[in-house]
């Protein structure tokens, strides 16, 4: 792989800035070691190439067109420049300024950052991936475009880059190449926070140019806000989906499973991310059963977009994310619930929980919780039955990184699991220092083109070789194995890096939820309830 | 005329300074209240800090009491400090140099501090006794050259030497680096070719306390302190002020997990009120709409 200066951002090329090679990759342990076995990446057609920015790392997740002429370049120039502006000013920009404006101003540029980033040290350390490449680039923009003399300061420092589309178009895909896991902040000696360079960066191309990936912005926080949900489903849809649900997995397992909805004064609303009631509807169904076997007075929400916790404004958008959860808070207002319990899904948690909190004003500002610690307390409670010899197979947690690194719950999930599977193993590194599961950031949701290759084998790599090491006792196909990731997104990207690497077949690996496990350990569920071929 | 001058440049760079790091700390300090964006570990959380946990882990956590630990905060802080646990934990490989180049700083401060006491002591008529000043005075001196030089000329070669640092440093960079070398090496220097270098530095601080001068500078001094006061008046303006900067990215975002209150809502009210300016056409923002209004999308 070839070194890649800062400044070459600009240049204009027709090969990539630093193309991907799979065997620049770091190796992964057997049987996933060999290159040649490993499926390779969908190659661009030349129409693509031809119509789409392309020249990053020839990795194409956002489809954005190339300009039709000069004046077009020219507008995309002057609204870049006024959107540095106005991530700087305090009106437009107060939901992060002071962050921002500390990473960008004190920055000791010691790289201490890239030794803890997954996705820089998994692709062989290209240069593009470093945690400060992208924060740097930005940070000389800013300088040079929005501080008094700043251009001539640029020249002097010689820290000079050049502003066009190019620049622009690369540095839009590269704000795509992060997950926001905000590992690098973790390991940062001042506290700064490159993920946050990536948010705000993705902000400047939504909220100033309009450019935002199709899945996050169109299709994710626009149609739940015009039809009720990311998935696309409308509150008879989701009802629909849940009461068939709920009779199907009533009849197979032998219990009755009843969905209470629209329950006005419940104790607790419960949001999901609607991705589960389609992918994995096992997981909606193990809350209704183990919150009915506990006796808690809970709802679920059919009022858009409440029967739909995803909020990908967090990725990219702050008036998204602001539309979003005050929406989610209205209706909880309206049921009057005492509390509204986050599902399994790690950004939901983020946005709602916290970042929310200086959002929501007067009485929308309902008390939220985690799911994990909800349920906990019911497990620890012995409201419901326990078998954990039900669960006599190798378990691993994941640690959405959203719920754990961000929002400082580690043990709920993990006394859960020690009480009822034994032979929960960690991953090493685990907890608060967890990696990312490559999909975070909204990239589990992203598919255009060849970024599924990439997520799964550069961003996701790492989290693969934990699973592997995790379960290196048993690395064969005949011991089923079980990854616990309590999170929607997190599972949709191991769901894709386990079918990329045929890893069911070849190590017998399995994902889930947390709830799963807690309703296959019930003794009243006759038939086990973790299907092992979930992929 | 050239004792006035050190006369001069020593308040001059004293009030740059001051002035510099006040404006730097105000214009962070005054900087709007932010969404939520804490990180763990949160080293306040008083049991669960050790593994990272947050008060987010208890059930209906926001009717149960904060059990907050601000010994934990100092202790995590003085690790930072003195140990620079962050960079141990995370790169080996700049580590020793970065500590001894900051424990060399450190002991230049304490060392700089105790003469200023004594200085300050004997304007007041008062004489302390040279086994409390002088003595660690001198030790402190020692240290902070000999740890500052190795620690400034390390980092400068690492800099200079090692492809992901060198693509990263700017002039600046390899600038405050320089000038640290000469501060440190020069009062090195000074000390092992000069008897009573310290008593040399102690006498010209005496004649700045007291605005007198008629002090004459060797040559090793005359760098030395040169460079300190260069260093002094250049600091706020350099990255070097992070460790001003580091209090704000622990306290005021990483561990600020303060919940809304009145008062805070109030603020959060008159930020909503704001005018949006952002162009996109998904916003309906027009630069009169506030906030509010683009966020019910009215
Ligand atoms: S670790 Fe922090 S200070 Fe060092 S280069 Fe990375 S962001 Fe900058
Ligand atoms: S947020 Fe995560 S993926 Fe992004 S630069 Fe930091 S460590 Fe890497």
Redesign the interface.
Known sequence: MK?T??KNISKITREPLSANEIDDLVPLPPPYDRVEDQPGWKQLTGEQREAYACDLDGVVALSLPKPKNAEEEKQVVD?FV??LR?LL????N??????L??TL????????????CPVYQESGGN?IY?P?YRS?IFRRLVKKYTKRGGALLAK????DIDLNWTTISRLYELSYRCTMC?RC?????????NG?ITHELRKLF?????WAPREL?EKGT?QQ?TVGSSTGMKPAVVRDNISFMDEDLSEELGIKIETPWDVEGADVLLIHNAGEILAWPENPAAFAIILNAAGVKWTLSSEAPAYDGVNYGLFYD???L??IV?RHMEVAKKLGVK?VIMGECGHQHKAM???A??????NL?I?R??SL??I??IVASGRIALDPSRNDFPVTLHDPCNI?????????QRRILRKICPRFREMEPH???NYCCGGGGGAAIMSQHNFKDWRVSVSGRMKFRQILEAFSDSPGPEIKKYVCAPCSNCKGQIRDIFEYYGAQEKSGLTYGGLVELIVNAMPEIKTPYIKWDVT | MSEYIWLIATYASIGIFALGMAVRVVRIARLPLHLRWELAPVPHERDKHEYGGSFLEEPDWWMKPRERSRMNELLFMLKEIFFLHAVRKNNRRIWPFSLAFHTGLYCLFFMACLLVASAAMSAAGYAAPAALIETPAGILGGAAYLLGSMGALGMLVLRGLDRDLRSYSGLPAYLNLAVLFVLFASGGFGMIIEDGFIGEMQRFINAAMLARPGLALYHAAAIHLGAGLFFLALLPFTSMVHFAAKFFTYHTVLWDDRRMDAAMEKEVGALLGQPVGWKSSHLGADGTKNWIDVVKGE
């Open positions: 070194p200066r800062i609204s006024s959107g106005k000013s305090k009106e437009n107060w939901t992060f300024l002071q962050p404006t500390l101003d004190y920055c000791a540029r010691c790289q201490t950052c890239a030794q803890s240069e470093r400060t740097e002097l420092k010689r820290e905000r902040a973790q390991a940062c000696p001042m506290g700064l926070d946050l939504s909220q100033e140019l309009g912005h626009v806000l702050d008036f998204q602001a539309r005050t509390k929980m916290t970042i909190d200086r959002i929501l004003t007067g500002n008390p919780e985690s610690t909800f906990e307390d754990v690194r961000n929002l400082g719950i580690v043990e709920p907890g608060v220092n």
